[in-house]
């Protein structure tokens, strides 16, 4: 693998544990790449790395860490935050809630009572979330997004084209759930545009790395460990951490929760992020995928990483 290479900017056991973790799952080839976005069939499936970024700024990386992909539904996290900050919470639980579906992420589905999404973590939510991000027409909608990638990430991104138009020429079932939404008044704004935007945040190009710090960040209060930089309102944290919590993984979230037991999202390009609230943030990236659209070796490895190191919020330390 071009790339692979294992590094540290600091000293600690993780290292070591990682290069344990990679050597394990390495050969473990169940699952299959996502095939639903022609573009996304392309990835090399043997593609494998896992990252480590702590609050203090402390990086530890394994495999193919520099290999970019783009970061799909992890993104969804983020641009929830986004329009937290743009419209407050209050407003926002008004067009999208905060329960758990028990389906998969592409369910055409809403509340009977309220008629809102779900959650924001899966499609019908994003798009929910997506649609209420502020700005003067499309582009400043997307520059404002790419902003906020930059400030969790702390270098400039961009939307891999290839990889948004095949989605936006075979998104069928996110443009059906965009409309079910707009005939239930949950979304105003013209849904072509709303879409295109989806796709796009879907788009952008990240590494292991990107991921490993993102999560940091959110892990730090909101704070780029790295560059010290401010990437969202801190008073949202809890709001983001608690959704990731209950619904990052789809119809998976419970057995995470109980297994892995830190906040975490998915993405069909086979990322995965999890946070340890004031102590670091994790990066898996290997495009191989189970049934539920997660990554096979991404959840070996973080139960693992759990168990190993004692993540659990809820483990009863020095029991
Ligand atoms: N862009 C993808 C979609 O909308 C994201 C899904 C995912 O990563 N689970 O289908």
């Known amino acids: 693998m071009a790339n692979?290479?294992?590094?540290?900017?600091?000293?600690?056991?993780?290292?070591?544990v990682l290069k344990d973790l990679h050597s394990q799952y390495k050969s473990l080839q169940e699952g299959t790449v996502a095939n639903y976005i022609p573009e996304l069939a392309?990835?090399?499936p043997n593609l494998f790395s896992i990252c480590i970024a702590t609050v203090d700024g402390q990086i530890y990386e394994v495999g193919d860490y520099q290999q970019l992909f783009t970061i799909q539904s992890i993104s969804k996290v983020f641009i929830y935050?986004?329009?937290?900050?743009?419209?407050?919470?209050?407003?926002?639980?008004?067009?999208?809630?905060?329960?758990?579906?028990?389906?998969?992420?592409?369910?055409i589905i809403l509340d009977e009572q309220s008629k809102r999404p779900y959650n924001p973590?899966?499609?019908?939510?994003?798009?929910?979330?997506?649609?209420?991000?502020?700005?003067?027409?499309a582009t400043e909608r997307l520059n404002r997004l790419l902003e906020m990638y930059r400030r969790y990430i702390g270098r400039d991104v961009f939307v891999d084209i290839s990889v948004f138009?095949?989605?936006?020429?075979?998104?069928?079932r996110n443009r059906a759930t965009a409309h079910l939404m707009l005939n239930f008044g949950m979304i105003d704004q013209n849904i072509e545009e709303a879409l295109d935007l989806y796709f796009q945040q879907c788009s952008v190009m990240v590494n292991c790395r990107d991921l490993a710090v993102m999560a940091a960040t959110l892990a730090n209060k909101g704070?780029?460990?790295?560059?010290?930089?401010?990437?969202?309102?801190?008073?949202?944290?809890?709001?983001?951490?608690?959704?990731?919590?209950?619904?990052?993984?789809?119809?998976?979230?419970g057995e995470w929760a109980y297994k892995?037991?830190?906040p975490a999202k998915s993405g069909v390009s086979g990322g995965i992020i999890a946070v340890v609230p004031g102590q670091m943030g994790i990066g898996v990236f290997s495009p191989l995928l189970d049934g539920r659209a997660n990554s096979v070796r991404g959840v070996k490895v973080c139960e693992e990483l759990s168990q190993r190191l004692g993540l659990h919020l809820f483990e009863c330390k020095g029991m």
């Open 260 to 262: 892995v037991g830190i």
């Open 223 to 253: 704070v780029n460990p790295i560059t010290k930089e401010k990437a969202v309102d801190s008073c949202y944290i809890k709001d983001i951490l608690s959704v990731m919590y209950t619904c990052g993984m789809y119809n998976f979230a």
């Open 81 to 107: 935050g986004q329009a937290l900050e743009d419209h407050g919470r209050d407003y926002v639980l008004t067009r999208v809630g905060v329960e758990p579906t028990g389906d998969a992420f592409n369910a």
């Open 4 to 16: 692979s290479q294992d590094r540290e900017t600091g000293s600690s056991p993780f290292l070591e």
């Open 165 to 172: 138009t095949s989605e936006r020429s075979t998104g069928h």
């Open 42 to 44: 392309k990835v090399n």
């Open 121 to 137: 973590m899966v499609n019908a939510g994003a798009i929910a979330t997506t649609s209420l991000i502020k700005g003067n027409g």
